[in-house]
């Protein structure tokens, strides 16, 4: 059977413009592959209500599980949770579990939960909770959407919290093997080898290195005998 | 009138399994910035011949620029050339001018011009080459989509060479002030500002430092006295 597949939607003008390198993508790829999930796709979008429903309509319908990234906090811009309650027609307003979370955060912080931290107990109506341990505010799952905080402590908790509630298949396993070659040396026998083995993926991964050219060849499987028998096999083609 | 707009597509299994961070994403998000040139949705895709095509048209559909990064190399997971050429019915095949180009820079490096590295002079029939200065392999412009490598130092050298040719908008300006309470404390205030200046982007972004909570807001604009004039009301209203 093959792997569940995962996409994820990464929502911040920040990103778009520059200023924030985002590492909320890199971090949940490793997890999903970890988990045995296939991250198949990726997308960036700004802070633009339009452009968060038509992005999170096309992924929901197009992979298993989505989980999204960033505009769930107390500003203006942050609209993330309305666009998804818009994207699944289900109705959204403060509710009332969100809100206990927060009044018990701020009143033992001594802060006053106002009308810009209750914006983060808006959550759609059919959602469940995301447990939040980092900063209370919770994120939610609506149908196969998990919708989660940007900032990356909060991020990776979430994540957390919702990856072992989701069945993944069998763990990617990868080995490398570094040749001091340059690609264009490789890329036959390479093609050659990667024929020999359709059950596996075969990347090549080219750097430069002290102005001379290499190659880290990464063969992927979920299989560890194949693996093992590939890359004994591929130790054999560039042996020197 | 609005600035241009514009979009990315990287393509590579190894940035969706988590082995490698993209950095080309950053890159370009501040060099299209500076050039005012909008930067409205990345998607990241895997090494997969419709998921690309896919992608490709859907962008170059709905933005006026669109760049991709990665699978141009010699190796059989190099699949974006011909991908672009599909997703604009165009032919291609082993281009003279390019394959010119590879045959001059092996020559002077005593390498063979082989039949994987003839596979980077697979070029479509209508494009425009993109100057390669690192490593002499070319991308190319086919209609509006800029087809560039994905190790970052070429990344970087062929976004200079394309660039300069775009016609790019007002460069968008940003200000940043650092406020020292949580965003729960300034998102109501900061909300009404917000309004205040609809030509200008407001975003605020959270930090936690030494267990204190604290914000960056952002305003970005093209008009300097604009900028400079909310900055200095800004300023008052976050003052301590």
Redesign the interface.
């Known amino acids: 059977m093959p792997n569940p597949t995962a996409a994820m939607l990464v929502i911040g ?10 590492a909320n ?9 970890k988990a045995g999930i ?10 633009d209500r339009q ?1 968060i429903i038509d992005a999170a309509k096309a992924l929901s319908a197009a992979y298993d599980t989505v989980f999204t990234s960033g505009g769930i ?5 942050d609209i993330t949770a309305d666009c998804i309650a818009a994207a699944f027609n289900d109705p959204i307003d403060v509710r009332e579990d969100a809100r206990a979370l927060l009044q018990a955060h701020y009143d033992k912080s001594g ?1 006053d939960l ?4 209750l ?2 107990a808006r959550i759609p109506n059919s959602a469940t909770l995301i447990d939040n341990p980092v900063s209370t505010a919770p994120g939610f799952t609506l149908c196969n959407v998990h919708v989660m905080a940007g ?1 990356p ?1 909060i991020f990776q908790a979430m994540v957390a919290s919702v990856l072992p509630k989701l069945t993944g298949g069998a763990p ?1 396993l ?1 080995e490398t093997l570094r040749v001091d070659r ?7 026998p ?2 050659a080898f ?1 024929e020999t083995y359709p059950d596996l ?8 290195k002290d102005g001379r050219f290499g190659a880290n060849v ?1 063969v ?1 499987g979920t299989d560890p005998a194949r693996l093992e028998l590939a890359m004994k096999d591929l130790r054999g083609i560039f042996a020197a």
């Not at 003008?13 to 985002?22: A, F, K, M, N, V």
């Not at 296939?38 to 802070?47: F, P």
């Open positions: 003008d920040e990103i778009l413009s520059g200023r924030t390198r985002d993508m890199h971090y949940l790829a490793g997890e999903l592959t296939d991250l198949k796709e990726v997308r960036v979008v700004s802070d452009a906090g107390p500003t203006h811009d802060q106002n009308a810009a931290r914006r983060m900032v402590s990617l990868s340059g690609e264009g040396d490789i890329a036959g390479l093609g990667a993926s075969v990347g090549c991964y080219p750097f430069q990464v992927r």
